[in-house]
Structures are given as structure tokens and as C-alpha cells.
């Protein structure tokens, strides 16, 4: 087993500078670097020398934006956890809506301050970003996914 404890560390530091709180981050870095299909909220406390508390709320985050899911655990009584599977095109599709506010927050404001505006100009380019991303997002989305399954 490689000593793998200086590239979660790094992961999760870059997962927290992306906005990530720290707790969350390490359990992500965690997850992606265990040698296990799945583990267990108290293994992931011991693991990192955090409490189960932490723990629970980063499962609970991670799971809602679709990065983490329950996997099956025949024989055992505690819940297992495990990355799934295409999870970080889940999330960036997540983010679509995301990018949908903030077009739309950029157009209103561009509304607000009139369309000859130093505040227009700034936020029309905000708008045409966002509406861009919008666009193009989903397709990227399914480029990359065929390509990855092969196809």
C-alpha cells in the first residue's frame, strides 16, 4: 500500500482554496485516495483524527451535490460510503443552475443600471460569460462522456 498521505493532503488544500470547506475537502481527498470501494463515517473520523460530527456534515454536503452515495455492505451494520460513479460530470452538471443564476442576476443588473453604464458594460460581459457557459456545458458534458465510455 502506497503512502499516499501527502497527495490527499495537497488535494484536499486545493478542494478548500476551490471553496470546499477544510473538514469536507479532507473527507473528499479521503474517499478518493482509499484503498477501499467503501468506507465507513467512523473509519473516515479515525482516519483523518477529526469527529464523527465533521464527518457526518462533509457526508451529508458531499452526498447532496451527488459527489458521494451509500454503497451495499452485506454483513455489516454500518452505513458504507463510496465516490460514485460519474461524479464529477454529476457535479458540474449540478452547476449548471449555478451558472444560470448568475446570468441571470448579471442580466437584471444590467437592467437596473441602464444599458450606457460603466456597471452594463461590466456586467454584460458577465452575462455573455455565463451564457456561454450555460450553452456550451451540457454538450461538453456528453463529449466527454462518450469519449470516456468509448464511443
Given at each position: 500500500?502506497?503512502?499516499?498521505t501527502?497527495?490527499a493532503?495537497?488535494?484536499?488544500?486545493?478542494?478548500?482554496?476551490?471553496?470546499?470547506?477544510?473538514?469536507?475537502?479532507?473527507?473528499?481527498?479521503?474517499?478518493?485516495f482509499?484503498d477501499?470501494?467503501?468506507?465507513?463515517?467512523?473509519?473516515?473520523?479515525?482516519?483523518?483524527g477529526?469527529s464523527?460530527?465533521?464527518?457526518?456534515?462533509?457526508?451529508?454536503?458531499?452526498?447532496?451535490?451527488?459527489?458521494?452515495?451509500?454503497?451495499?455492505?452485506?454483513?455489516s451494520r454500518?452505513?458504507h460510503?463510496?465516490?460514485?460513479?460519474g461524479?464529477?460530470a454529476?457535479?458540474?452538471s449540478?452547476?449548471?443552475?449555478?451558472?444560470?443564476?448568475?446570468?441571470?442576476?448579471?442580466?437584471?443588473?444590467i437592467?437596473a443600471?441602464?444599458?450606457?453604464?460603466?456597471?452594463?458594460?461590466r456586467?454584460?460581459?458577465m452575462?455573455d460569460?455565463?451564457?456561454?457557459?450555460?450553452?456550451?456545458m451540457?454538450?461538453?458534458?456528453?463529449?466527454?462522456?462518450t469519449g470516456?465510455?468509448?464511443?
Amino acid at each position: 500500500m502506497a503512502d499516499t498521505t501527502e497527495a490527499a493532503e495537497h488535494l484536499a488544500l486545493v478542494l478548500a482554496q476551490g471553496g470546499l470547506q477544510k473538514a469536507t475537502a479532507r473527507v473528499l481527498a479521503a474517499f478518493m485516495f482509499a484503498d477501499e470501494d467503501s468506507v465507513t463515517a467512523p473509519d473516515l473520523a479515525e482516519r483523518l483524527g477529526i469527529s464523527s460530527g465533521s464527518v457526518s456534515g462533509a457526508i451529508k454536503m458531499l452526498s447532496t451535490v451527488g459527489l458521494i452515495e451509500r454503497a451495499p455492505a452485506p454483513g455489516s451494520r454500518r452505513e458504507h460510503y463510496r465516490v460514485r460513479e460519474g461524479a464529477w460530470a454529476t457535479l458540474m452538471s449540478a452547476q449548471n443552475g449555478m451558472v444560470q443564476a448568475m446570468f441571470e442576476a448579471a442580466d437584471q443588473g444590467i437592467e437596473a443600471a441602464g444599458p450606457d453604464s460603466p456597471a452594463s458594460r461590466r456586467l454584460a460581459e458577465m452575462r455573455d460569460f455565463y451564457g456561454f457557459m450555460f450553452r456550451e456545458m451540457p454538450a461538453l458534458i456528453e463529449r466527454w462522456r462518450t469519449g470516456r465510455d468509448g464511443g
